[in-house]
Nanobody, 126 residues
Framework: EVQLVESGGGLVQAGESLTLSCAASGFVFDAYDIGWFRQAPGKGREGVSHITAKDLKTYYADSVKGRFTVSKDNAKNIAYLQMNNLKPEDTAVYYC???????????????????WGQGTQVTVSS
């Protein structure tokens, strides 16, 4: 059974940091790219970051570039999203997702992903 389990969310103040984890099982982790997405109340799911399967190339949405860092530990089947200098507008449910064969340019397209986690809430107070 494929599983992606996010953890590490919580309530923080603006300017603080959080690191989200995404633990994977049931598929060949090092053959899959990992994407991080978020969804705020009343809004669509937004791509935040992406890391490729083995060469670990990273991509970021402009809104988080310079503040968020994505990483992937293929030996441990875990991906991370380190979030620094958090802002109230970062408040959302954060999801990790996995995709086996992704067309170039679709890194931030939620419809392109094969598997999803259940999400973890991140709330940033001002």
């Amino acid at each position: 059974e494929v599983q992606l389990v996010e953890s590490g969310g919580g309530l923080v103040q603006a300017g603080e940091s959080l690191t989200l984890s995404c633990a994977a099982s049931g598929f060949v982790f090092d053959a899959y790219d990992i994407g991080w997405f978020r969804q705020a109340p009343g809004k669509g799911r937004e791509g935040v970051s992406h890391i490729t399967a083995k060469d670990l190339k990273t991509y970021y949405a402009d809104s988080v570039k310079g503040r968020f860092t994505v990483s992937k530990d293929n030996a441990k089947n875990i991906a991370y999203l380190q979030m620094n200098n958090l802002k109230p507008e970062d408040t959302a449910v954060y999801y990790c997702a996995a995709v086996g064969n992704l067309l170039i340019g679709y890194y931030m397209d939620p419809g392109a992903y094969d598997y999803w986690g259940q999400g973890t809430q991140v709330t940033v107070s001002s």
